[in-house]
């Protein structure tokens, strides 16, 4: 399958998706989750999954319906699938469903607005461009690991340390995808400094 890629990809991006199948991180499959998220749904009841953002309309019952019926990501997809679902919107809240994300939340998150930015890489240009952010935002940028770990531990704004808690959950839960066990760690966002392109 990568022999093919290279073909079709940039060299600068092929360089990149080389060095990370290379060291373990690389190819990430959505299906490497399939026994957590079927397991999550599960152990939903029906009141719960209604309460996940954007599980609407009936489809809190399609879920449970198909979860009980298969043991795979791709057959419980297409099970819940229809024309009113649609495959991207499946998958979407699939996620939110993982990390228990409720409609009250996301309210919660949209009237708080962005409450800081998480850098996670920058070019020469883009450098500058944040400096001048650094300078005028009223938003704290969080540019190093230490920084991110600060905040979330020091938060004392609900709002704030939700939605750091949350970011780094997601990456914790990314790293669990790494092909390679031994890169399987968690706390990434702590400890990782921004990619310089």
């Known amino acids: 399958m990568f022999n093919q ?20 991180r690389a190819p990430v499959e959505s299906r490497t989750l399939e026994q957590i998220v079927i397991t999550k749904l ?23 319906e198909a979860s009980m019926t298969t043991g795979k990501l791709d057959e419980l ?14 998958q979407r809240s699939l996620l939110y ?3 228990s ?5 996301i309210l ?6 962005p409450q800081y930015i998480h ?19 009223c938003i704290k940028m969080l540019n190093r690991g230490s920084d991110f770990k600060a905040y ?15 970011d780094r959950m997601t990456t914790d839960v990314y790293t669990m995808l790494y092909p390679d066990s031994s890169q399987r760690r968690g706390l990434l966002d702590y400890t990782t400094s921004p990619l310089r392109l």
């Open 42 to 64: 599960r152990m939903f009841s029906r009141l719960e999954l209604k309460e996940i953002y954007e599980i609407t309309e009936g489809l809190e019952n399609r879920f449970i």
């Open 119 to 137: 850098l996670l890489g920058f070019s020469a240009k883009g450098q500058k461009i944040l400096q001048e952010m650094k300078n005028k935002s």
């Open 152 to 166: 979330c531990e020091n938060q004392a704004e609900p709002q704030s340390a939700a939605m750091a808690v949350l």
């Open 108 to 113: 919660n998150f949209d009237n708080c607005g």
């Open 5 to 24: 890629l290279i073909t079709t990809m940039p060299e600068s991006s092929w360089s990149v998706l080389k060095r990370e199948v290379d060291e373990g």
């Open 101 to 105: 994300i409720t409609t009250q939340q």
């Open 77 to 90: 997809q297409s099970m819940v699938k229809s024309k009113r679902y649609n495959l991207t919107r499946i």
């Open 97 to 99: 469903i993982l990390f």
